[in-house]
């Protein structure tokens, strides 16, 4: 019972999850972890299809493609403008 | 009857939605009225399902999945008293509070109604829940709330860091209750709380149900504020307008001991019982370092507000050792110190939002003597920390005996003394800002408290003898707790009906309800030497140490080099502590939880 | 406490942490091994008394409907706290001048909106069949309402993001399934109870009143998302808009 | 092998926690949060798994098949939820202290101490 339980696919999906969290963590650089963090929550879609969970796949889709990067790339791109305005006027 | 038990969270939620859908429509009064009605409606249900519960432990399964073959499918509410206790003192402080704001933030956006509302109804739905996962729902719409709440109206950096201090360190504590939930799912195969610890009861604790105790309980340890998870706390206090402060210190800690309790008796007793004393030592020991600590912050703040959030600590402390201890006489003391503490503790953050909005000031020095412009605010504050003290038959005093007797009938004499202590000191802490603004003594310079606290959000003029009704009446309830007649011993029946898991899960899942119990005696009990002795000794120390607070340059050189070179040092180590740097909280949260699952590892696994 | 400090005392933690974890994590029945109870339960149960084919909506929206009726106030109760913190001292503003000028990004950018709008409205629609339902798809609709603005501009999209229409209808949405609940409730059931047990497995009317709580969730979902986008839209656009 | 689900679990939440830490920027440490977030939903996923089930949606599919469990699907849904609703919060209370502090470090940010 205990033995090859895990599909490849499985195996790969997971690999790349593990894989995805320090990147999303190392990445220091404002537009690079938006566009590592998406592409985790990628790998996060797919390990769900994997897992036979479509509705949370659906779920993490929506919100993965649409909800957070919108939020992220504002608070992003605000902290940048004010940041540039700053450093423009000293 | 049943048909009562959703109503509490449901009503302040269905109003909150009638707030927000009509804020563009509906005068602003009649969307005022539809706030106070929701908060209302919800704390009358509350009484009226705490009174029932009296009787009989009350249940509903919400869509009317009942257990099929003592298997839970849908999801119940649980009313027995202590719960429904809760779901009252959380419900009855949101209705006060908000009674408070209508003439404190009148100028207020209509979503603060509507925050008040979700938070009020979330920790009512907290208290009542009888699945671990719907606990967790309520937890996170409670913590949602509270930090907007936290964040509400501020426009300076420091207020907003605290926000962000409370939300995160909550959200980690969150993650780590819902790890905790899926272990015990992945064990039991269930989220209802009786079947979890049907499944569980007569197994040996293993790796897994071991560190699920652990996760669940740091995770709720953190909302309660024991230390070392208790750094947050203070920042949100300090952030806070001044009603929602009153419950946040009043109640919403308080959920988080709660759900220890609910998750011990329910759950993990089935498969610990064995090793109870191994549980306590570690809980035990958490508490005292908690109420030592909360105290002695407490002392050396000036920050009103924030002093009084650190006093919160020191009694929680004091009631994590009541319900670590295990016995259903100090689970009682628990409750009863931690209802008159929540009245108390209201009514004093509600005096401090007086003085805000007199003063526009909330710190200690700054406002030295100004106070004696409202002597009747300087003796609803005085009263107040006394009555936090435990003077014999006042305000905390029925928990301490309570405690008191509980750890004495366990052979635990040590306790005792060190809760007397720290009772004391936080007390003293709020007796000297009291002498200091209200009276006008001691000088109005003191190196030894904390930097001046940043500045607070101006907070709006207001109907003084509104604010004064609802303060007033909060204080006397709390004033009161130990000398109203029968309610000893009505709140240790409640909480021995709270210890007896066999009886939850006959009511739950097989809905056989035991006999109504015998009505407690409607008499005050006497308690005994000891307690009053121990009162007596709080009282002492809370006096003395507020006098030496205040007048501690009189004190000979002689006693004062030593006890600085003594306490200088660990005072530094404290402060640095406090960081109030979000990383350092966190770092923190993970030491107390790898050390609480390492001792408990160690001490259970055998 | 200095950052080196932090991290000296974290790094052991956090390996205890790692430790209490495996030790934990290895008590967990194999990978695959499902024991139940409660998931055969349901599957058992879902389908032939509920008139649903998606077993994880029957449990989403009717055996557990108490615990999203809580998710969708916590969602609730988030955007009221974004817009209370982000209503800062900027506001609104008319003077943003983004409108599209090319008829054909404006033509196209109109028959997307309806395209995924219908997508949303689909994905609640059949959610009791097919992967979906309340949440999915009130994120859709909401990210439709979003494409007015890269479609036509920002002061379309302003008009449109109104709150004046959007707070009733978010609470519209909230309070509609505690209202759903209560009636049940009135009726002398248990609240929340599933009260049409008809309809047709594996079509749009399948799933009883579960499926007026699914079209509630929906719509609170999509109000409150449309609100949380444009609060979020507004930080980055009005500070632009007075920059230039 | 079959360990391997809970291990990565495991390794998403230590290491979303080191970020949460050593974080020097409220929008980074938001983000951190998701990841530690996204360690319960593959923990409650895998728990829910059954070898060689389908999902747990029975269109066209014969009654009593085979299925991983739902439930743990619907919680991970509510999570789902409550994560964008507490990233939402939290950036937004980064703006504000951008707003007021210039920068997001919380390290650089010291006025609560004591």
Redesign the interface.
Known sequence: MIVATLVPLQAVALALVALGAPAVVLSRDPLKMIVVNGLYGLTLVLMFVIFGAPDVALSMLVVGTVAYPLVVLVAIARVRARSGEEEGEE | M??A??LPV?IP??A??????????LPRRLGDAIGVVGAAGAFAFSLVILVASEEHTRL??????TP?GH?A???AFVADPLGAGVAALATGLALASMLYSWSFLRHA?R??D??ML?FG??MA?FALAGDI??MF??F??MG??A??LA????????P??????F??SN??G??MI??GI??L???T???NLAQIGHSLAGHKP???????L?LLVCGFLIKAAIAPFHLWL??AH?VAPAPVCALFSGVMVVIGLLGVTRCYWTVFDASLAPQAHDVRAVLVALGIFTAVLGAVMAF??RHLKRLLAYSTISHMGIALVAIALLDEKSLGGAASLLLAHGLLKASLFLCCGILLVRFDAIDELRLHGKGRALPLVGLMFGLGAIALAGVPYVGTYLGHAQIDEGATLDGIDWVQPLLMIAAGVSSAAILRAGARIFLGWGPARDPLL??EP?ESAPERSASMPALLAVTGTLLVLGLVVSVAPGLGQRIEQAAGRARDRIAYVDRVLRDHERPAPPRPPVAVEPTTTDSVLYGIGGTLIAVGLALAGLYRRRLPELVRAPLRSALGPPLQVL??????????Y???I??G???V??LW?LLLRG | ?T?RV??G??L??????AA??V???????AFGD??????F??TK?ATPLRHMDNAVNSVTY??????T???E??L???V??????L??EEGRTEDVHDDTGSDLVRVFGTLAIGAVVLVGLWVVAFGFVTPGGGFQGGVAVASGALLLYLAAGYREWAAFGN??IL??I???G??GY??I??A??VG???????FFHGGVTGSVFSGGSAAFVNWSAGIEVAAALVILFSEFLEEYIVPLAKGS | MSFLPYAVAAWV?LVG?YG????RN?IH?ALC?TV??S??YL??LA?GYVKGGGPPIFKGVKLGTTSVDP??QA?TL??IV?SV??IA??LA??L??HK??GTVD??E??????
Not at chain 2, 206 to 212: H, Q, Y
Not at chain 4, 109 to 114: C, F, I, P, T
């Open positions: 049943t048909w038990l959703p449901v939620l269905i909150a939605a009638l707030c927000t859908a009509g804020d563009h429509v509903t399964w919400f869509g009317g999945w099929r298997a499918i849908g999801i956006a979503p603060y509507s925050l979700l109804g979330a739905g996962f719907n729902v309520w996170e719409l949602v709330a930090y907007a964040g509400f109206e501020i426009k300076h950096v420091g907003i860091q605290g926000a962000i201090n939300a995160v959200t980690v969150a993650y819902l790890t899926a272990l799912y992945a064990r195969g269930a989220l293993d790796g897994l149900v071991i560190v699920a652990t203070a920042d300090a050396l703040q904390s930097p940043p402060r640095l502590a406090h960081s109030g740097v979000v990383g350092d966190v770092a923190w993970t030491v939880t790898a050390v699952g390492g590892a | 406490m950052r932090r991290i005392i974290f052991p933690a956090l390996a205890g942490l209490l974890l030790w934990a994590y290895t008590g967990i029945p499902y024991q139940g109870p409660y998931g339960v349901v149960l009717d055996i557990r409907g108490i615990d009726m809580g998710e106030f916590i609730f109760g988030a009221i706290g974004v817009v209370l913190l209503r800062g709150e004046s707070d009733p978010k609470g519209i909230g309070g505690a209202v609940g209560l049940a409730l002398g059931m248990p609240f929340l109870t599933n | 939440c926690l949460i830490v050593t974080s409220l440490l949060l530690m977030q360690s319960t923990l409650l728990i439930v743990v919680l509510t999570d409550v609703t507490v919060l939290i209370l980064a504000d202290v007021q502090a919380p390290d940010v010291r006025e609560m101490s004591g």
